[in-house]
């Protein structure tokens, strides 16, 4: 049965809520960022990290759930079968990996951004990076109009990926998802989601 190393609200959620989907039996363990416990499995003390019953371990969200994907082809959770519809699960990935989630990083540690430790030059950091994230949710909302889904062949672990950062962007940004229409639409029907919605009262729980 495969391990899931995972820390309340982080990206590890998105594949806390593929494993859901996939329906089969798993451990979620949960972790304090830079622990005895995670540094044991990832070197960067960070999660999502993936354990198999082998000993074998998987980092980076995005390899674990591309992974997951392709270990269960029949939870179809790739977002299409076609050679266009992968390279698009990839694109989405990338995007939520490099561009979304990065643009949050200036959010949440503005002090590894600037060297001048003042309230000021760090509160100027944190809008900085409000406006990146306000750009990649824009790319995001324009991408959702007229979809249910990020990819074309429906639900897709790329749904999942982006759920943490919807739920960050709610949290964090000044406006909310106010300026996000399509993006608060594919947040309300996640939420709903059955799976994602027992996977969010366990990382609640304790
Ligand atoms: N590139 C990695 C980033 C993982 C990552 O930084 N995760 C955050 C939570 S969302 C974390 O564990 N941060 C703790 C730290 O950086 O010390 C991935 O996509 O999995």
Redesign the pocket.
């Known amino acids: 049965m495969p391990t899931l190393y995972y820390?309340v609200?982080?990206?590890?959620l998105a594949p806390h809520i593929a494993l859901e989907w996939i329906g089969n039996p798993y451990e979620a363990v949960r972790v304090q960022?830079?622990s005895k416990e995670?540094l044991a499995v990832n070197p960067?003390?960070?999660?999502?990290t993936l354990r198999e019953d082998d000993g074998w371990l998987l980092?980076?969200?995005?390899?674990?759930l591309d992974y997951l994907v392709h270990k269960h082809p029949e939870a179809r959770l790739a977002g299409g079968d076609s050679v266009r519809a992968k390279a698009e699960a990839h694109r989405w990935s990338a995007f939520l990996?490099s561009d979304v989630?990065a643009a949050f990083w200036p959010v949440f540690?503005p002090y590894r951004y600037t060297s001048d430790q003042s309230d000021a030059a760090r509160r100027a950091v944190v809008e900085a990076g409000h406006k990146l994230v306000a750009k990649q949710f824009g790319i995001l909302d324009r991408h959702l109009e007229g979809r249910e889904h990020i990819l074309g062949g429906g639900r897709s672990v790329i749904d999942a990926y982006s759920f943490?950062m919807i739920r960050w962007a709610i949290k964090l940004l000044p406006g909310g998802l106010d300026a996000y229409p399509n993006v608060q639409a594919l947040h309300d029907s996640l939420a709903a989601d059955p799976g994602v919605k027992k996977v969010l009262a366990r990382e609640a729980d304790g």
């Open positions: 820390a609200g982080a990206c590890s960022y830079g995670i960067a003390g960070a999660v999502p980092t980076q969200a995005g390899a674990i990996t989630h540690m943490p």
